[in-house]
């Protein structure tokens, strides 16, 4: 789906007080952005931002991060966080390939992946944010017991993501093909732009949560 640009979105991506300039220089020491130490949970790719605006509002408890390389996406969640009144929620315009360049090992509490881009072409499958490359990214920075939660509604992205899951050695914890007629996986859930409108067209939501394997 392509994306629409918007007007000055990059430059003010630049200026604005929630989104993160300059990353490296924080590594190991997210908490002092916060000024609250609390895990650290982060959503890549995260679109639009009404996944992670109506997480960080419900749990005050943690800290997160959103993470979008596309500034004219960004901006739409960056919206949504002025209208909150909350201490716990920032962003980043950022690539996610380089994604141990910004954060310590240990220092994810977890990681949530919803409607990536599925790179459908195999020659691109590195670049498909559960990879086993991107797995291998993940596991440098993640806690002990921390986990990914991933949501899709493509059934190939969904099938390549377990096989990478099973391949890098991961543990797959939970498993649904039909989330929003799986009362265990289901609760507690909240919807993505993209997960509203694929499920009002009937399309099944598809959900794993998988962890490091074990040290």
Not at 136 to 155: L, P
Not at 188 to 193: A, D, P, S, V, W
């Given at each position: 789906m392509r994306l629409k640009n918007v007007p000055g979105?990059?430059?003010e991506m630049l200026v604005n007080r929630f989104v993160i300039q300059d990353p490296q220089k924080h590594r190991g020491n997210w908490q002092e952005v916060f000024g609250k130490n609390r895990p650290l949970y982060l959503e890549i790719g995260m679109g639009k931002g009404q996944f992670i605006t109506g997480l960080a509002a419900r749990d005050t408890d943690r800290n997160f991060l959103g993470i979008e390389k596309y500034s004219s996406a960004l901006i739409k969640g960056v919206r949504k966080r002025e209208?909150?009144?909350?201490?716990?929620?920032?962003?980043?315009c950022f690539d996610a390939e380089y994604i141990t360049q910004?954060?310590?090992?240990?220092?994810?509490?977890?990681?949530?992946?919803?409607?990536?881009?599925?790179?459908?072409?195999?020659?691109?499958?590195?670049?498909?944010?559960?990879?086993?490359?991107?797995l291998?990214?993940?596991?440098?920075?993640?806690?002990?017991?921390?986990?990914?939660?991933?949501?899709?509604?493509?059934?190939e992205l969904f099938e390549f993501s377990v096989k990478s899951a099973q391949l890098a050695g991961w543990r797959i914890l939970g498993l649904s093909w039909d989330l929003?007629?799986?009362?265990?996986?289901?609760?507690?859930?909240?919807?993505?732009?993209?997960?509203e409108k694929f499920s009002s067209r009937g399309n099944c939501i598809n959900k794993m949560i998988i962890a490091p394997p074990e040290r």
């Open positions: 979105a990059k430059e209208e909150m009144e909350c201490d716990n929620l920032y962003f980043l910004i954060f310590a090992p240990g220092e994810v509490s977890g990681i949530y992946l919803n409607f990536s881009d599925p790179w459908p072409k195999a020659r691109h499958a590195k670049r498909r944010l559960t990879s086993v490359e991107f291998r990214r993940y596991e440098q920075i993640m806690a002990e017991g921390a986990v990914i939660e991933f949501k899709t509604d493509n059934t929003h007629n799986d009362p265990v996986m289901n609760e507690g859930n909240i919807m993505t732009e993209y997960e």
